[in-house]
Structure formats: C-alpha cells, structure tokens
C-alpha cells in the first residue's frame, strides 16, 4: 500500500522565465528537451573542471524547471547559478513548496493530474516512487507521516537504486560518471556543450572511468558523506550517502577505484569496519557481472 512521507531533507530549486531551457541546457549534463511534467529526469551540474556540483532530479512544473536537491545545499547552489546568468531572461529560487514522496506508489490511485497542484511525478530510476509538490495553499493527497524513520526510508531506497546524493561535503568532489549518471540515463552525449562537457565527453570517449559508485553494507551507524574508503594499501574512495536500516546495520553508496573495487575495503584504517558490496539495479560495465 502506498505511503506518503515527507520530505525535509530535500528542496527544490526553480527555474522559470523565456530563456530556462536555454540557459539550463547550457549548465546542466541532462537534455532539457527531454523533461516533461509527469516523470523526473537525473541529471547533474559541474563545474568547469567537471567535477558534480549537483546531482539529482529535474522536472517541469508549471512555468519552471524544478531541480531536486539537498535542503543543505538548496540555497547556495541557487546563489551559484545566479552567477551565470549574465543576459539570460531567467529567475531562480528556492520558493516554499511543500515536497512530500510516495513510497510503493507503482499503480497508486493519482489524485491530480501531473501539471496540476498538487503535482505527482514518477520517480525516474525507480517506478516505486513518486514525488509529490504542492504550493503553501494546497495540501497532499493523503497525510505525510512524521520524518525521521521515512525520510530514512525514502534515502535508503535512493541507495537502493543507486541514485547519487551530493551535499556540501562532497560538491566538486566526482565527475559524473563516477557517481554512475551515465547510467542512469543522466547524461546526453550528444546535446552539445555545456559546463564541464569536455571533461565528461572526454571521460567516456577515453575510457577513462577509473572509478565507479558501488553499494555496501556495514554494522553500525552510517559513516558521514565524504568518509574514506580504507584497503590494505590506504585510501580508494569516498562515501557518497548512507543511512541506517531496521536492522542496525547501514547501507552506502561509495565511490570507489576500481582496480579495488573486488578486494576487502573497511571505513576504518584499521580493517575494524568492513564493507560488505551489494548488488545495484543497473550493471557496472567495467565489472564482469556489475
């Protein structure tokens, strides 16, 4: 049965005016054409030496582009995107909208059509979930349960499908693939240029994807975003999220090299946390078997 959560761990980002999809095109690694208002998009933002500044999802509403991102990072991300503005006839902001999510929400009975308020968007890279946007005048279809516990479950299944988390911890620390936005279908190779595209571009078409975002499991509490991967001969990655399951253990998301991607690696120096890989929805290329 579908159940409506909220989401207090995320914010939205808007994008409205006549030059959006212009402007967007020319920053994000998503195609904008592409973007409707019944189901998200990933897609990242880099900066010039393509590293990710944002990671997540993106759909129309109404007259904006909305971009999914972390409530910590939310209002200097928009800050930043002002910068490159210039001339460009757009408006960006992080106006108060309600954003609720609906776990189990495959075949769920949708209140409202999905240009309408409130506004329900399939979640790309997992058809279980939806995202559900409403205006400070309009309320959810269904009540949201308290956070804490389901925003936990809503951020656990984001590990689950392999969906990358950038927070201020980890901004201008990947490149796009290696927090797998190939794929998930979060990158177009063929749209033209934008920040960071050569980078990106030259990444693919080289071969030279050295690291991948792999998932585990660990006892204890979850490590914090940005947390070093350890392996006999010393750092191979950085934890990208993690939250902690019903069982007492934790499930990450890592990014990690991958000439040590098959050996033993632990959270502590020592060996004293050890990494358990899991399986993720999508295969690994560079790995037999994914």
Same mark, same amino acid.
């Given at each position: 049965?579908?159940?409506?959560?909220?989401?207090?761990?995320?914010?939205?980002?808007?994008?409205?005016?006549?030059?959006?999809?212009?402007?967007?095109?020319?920053?994000?690694?998503?195609?904008?054409?592409?973007?409707?208002?019944?189901?998200?998009?990933?897609?990242?933002?880099?900066?010039?030496?393509?590293?990710?500044?944002?990671?997540?999802?993106?759909?129309?509403?109404?007259?904006?582009?909305?971009?999914?991102?972390?409530?910590?990072?939310?209002?200097?991300?928009?800050?930043?995107?002002?910068?490159?503005?210039?001339?460009?006839?757009?408006?960006?902001?992080?106006?108060?909208?309600?954003?609720?999510?609906?776990?189990?929400?495959?075949?769920?009975?949708?209140?409202?059509?999905?240009?309408?308020?409130?506004?329900?968007?399939? +979640?790309? &890279? %997992?058809?279980? *979930?939806? #995202?559900?946007?409403?205006?400070?005048?309009? $309320?959810? @279809?269904?009540? =949201?349960?308290?956070?804490?516990?389901?925003?936990?479950?809503?951020?656990?299944?984001?590990?689950?499908?392999?969906?990358?988390?950038?927070?201020?911890?980890?901004?201008?620390?990947?490149?796009?693939?290696?927090?797998?936005?190939?794929?998930?279908?979060?990158?177009?190779?063929?749209?033209?240029?934008?920040?960071?595209?050569?980078?990106?571009?030259?990444?693919?078409?080289?071969?030279?994807?050295?690291?991948?975002?792999?998932?585990?499991?660990?006892?204890?509490?979850?490590?914090?975003?940005?947390?070093?991967?350890?392996?006999?001969?010393?750092?191979?990655?950085?934890?990208?999220?993690?939250?902690?399951?019903?069982?007492?253990?934790?499930?990450?998301?890592?990014?990690?090299?991958?000439?040590?991607?098959?050996?033993?690696?632990? +959270?502590? &120096? %020592?060996?004293? *946390?050890? #990494?358990?890989?899991?399986?993720?929805?999508? $295969?690994? @290329?560079?790995? =037999?078997?994914?």
């Amino acid at each position: 049965m579908a159940s409506i959560v909220q989401l207090d761990h995320l914010r939205l980002i808007t994008v409205t005016g006549p030059d959006r999809d212009q402007f967007l095109q020319g920053q994000l690694t998503q195609d904008i054409a592409r973007l409707g208002p019944a189901t998200t998009s990933l897609g990242g933002w880099a900066d010039a030496r393509g590293r990710l500044l944002w990671a997540g999802h993106l759909f129309r509403r109404a007259d904006s582009i909305c971009l999914v991102a972390a409530a910590a990072a939310a209002n200097a991300l928009a800050a930043r995107l002002k910068l490159f503005v210039l001339r460009s006839r757009v408006q960006i902001a992080c106006p108060e909208l309600h954003l609720n999510g609906c776990l189990d929400a495959r075949g769920a009975d949708r209140t409202a059509p999905s240009d309408c308020d409130p506004q329900v968007i399939a +979640l790309a &890279a %997992d058809p279980t *979930r939806a #995202l559900i946007v409403a205006g400070p005048g309009s $309320a959810s @279809p269904g009540p =949201a349960s308290a956070p804490g516990g389901a925003t936990d479950e809503w951020r656990l299944r984001d590990i689950r499908a392999g969906i990358p988390e950038i927070v201020p911890a980890t901004s201008g620390e990947f490149v796009p693939q290696m927090v797998n936005l190939d794929l998930l279908d979060g990158i177009s190779f063929s749209k033209g240029c934008y920040t960071g595209q050569e980078i990106v571009a030259r990444t693919r078409f080289l071969g030279r994807v050295k690291r991948r975002m792999l998932r585990f499991a660990v006892m204890g509490t979850p490590p914090p975003h940005g947390a070093t991967v350890h392996a006999g001969h010393g750092s191979i990655g950085q934890v990208v999220n993690a939250v902690q399951t019903a069982t007492h253990t934790s499930e990450l998301l890592a990014v990690i090299r991958l000439e040590a991607a098959t050996g033993a690696c632990s +959270l502590e &120096a %020592d060996g004293s *946390r050890p #990494l358990t890989r899991l399986a993720l929805p999508y $295969a690994i @290329p560079e790995l =037999a078997g994914g």
